[in-house]
């Protein structure tokens, strides 16, 4: 049976190590969010581009892929 003392000790290590893993976990998520953003942001921008879209649609469509991407 380990002492209490050692028994806080883990805890707490596994604690920061689950703490640390999420972390991670959000930070790459965050980067793919941001990542997925900007490829649909260029693509957008060159259909629009190609297409002679006006710049208020092109705004539209860079505002939607935003608030896509940050919900």
């Known amino acids: 049976m380990l002492p209490l003392y050692q028994a806080e000790e883990m805890a707490k290590r596994r604690y920061e190590s689950a703490l640390a893993d999420t972390q ?9 969010r941001k990542g997925k953003a900007k490829a649909a942001l260029e693509r957008i921008i060159e259909e629009n581009i190609y297409n002679g879209a006006s710049l208020g649609e092109l705004k539209r469509e860079m505002i939607a892929v935003l608030h ?3 919900e």
């Not at 991670?24 to 793919?32: E, I, K, P």
């Open 68 to 70: 896509r991407v940050a």
């Open 24 to 32: 991670r976990t959000l930070d790459y998520n965050r980067s793919v």
